[in-house]
């Protein structure tokens, strides 16, 4: 399909309002049943890369709920299960428990293993409150952002305050907060640039805002190219790489204090799945998070020294107003 198709909208650079760019790839969403292709492109002036072609505003609700609609709400990773009074065996306790941290194979422990939970919070794209319940849970007053209904009501559900608005609309801010953050959230929102000017309008003195996403440099990218997850067409709308984060961060008033790449080893896997499930002609369905414990040891074995070079799957930054 043409992505200049009447179907869709074309964007422009958020940054430096650019129109044209080199394509890197052009796919689909590997969980629905639709042929459509995005494009996504380097934009020829400040090198920021986005997609290209997305759908218009009225048919973007359809994409979100036919997505997220099934894989948070009422997903296997949602649903509670009874505690168990047995200790864990010396093997869980001592071996797999640590290997599993290390290896981050649940992505709401591995954001909040990335926060520290003190002073006022906000995070922008709550979804279904997994990240605001836990740093509750340790101490922190927070407060989300949720456009979804259905994912703002389920986190409500938690006990949490959530506003249900587009972070880019959200006018009911009255006090300054401590922390900002957007984890795997930036990169869907359609103007980046603004979104982090207006973050750090709302930021106290000494705040943080704190930004979790996909690294467009990760070794995974190269490895999986079309079936990398991270594409995440047409919801994921901006990629990063460490110096087009920095350039973001200066344009408007921000300094990294931190900015290294990471690992989420579940979206490793997750692009292995969708790779084996696309050569055998498979239609791929939504994750339930459950793997192979040998296939992720030796993933992460190979994968996990990557970090160190710049080339780990997650970019995870600090930073302050200048």
Known sequence: MDPSDKDFRLTRCALCHEETGQTLVSTNDPYLDREELFEVIKCRKCGLVRTRNLPFQEDLSVWYDQHYGQVHIGSPQQKSTPPSNASPSFLKKWVLGPLKRTLRTEYAQFAVSRILPQGKILEVGCGVGQILQALKEQGAEVEGIEPHSGLAEAARQKGLLIHNSHFENWKEFSAPFDQIIFSFTLE????????????????????????????????????????????????????????????????????????????????????LRITWNRLCGKQVVPFSGRSSKLVLLVLGLLLLPFKWIGMGNVLHVVATPE
């Open 188 to 271: 869907q929102i359609e103007d980046p640039v603004n979104a982090l000017k207006q973050a750090r309008k709302y930021l106290a003195p000494g705040g943080t805002i704190t930004i979790l996403c996909p690294n467009l440099n990760a070794i995974t990218r190269f490895l999986f190219f079309k079936s990398w997850l991270m594409w995440h067409l047409p919801y994921h709308k901006y990629y990063f790489s460490p110096n087009t984060m920095k350039k973001v961060l200066n344009h408007v008033g921000l300094k990294a204090v931190l900015l290294k790449t990471d690992w989420r080893m579940d979206s490793a896997m997750e692009s």
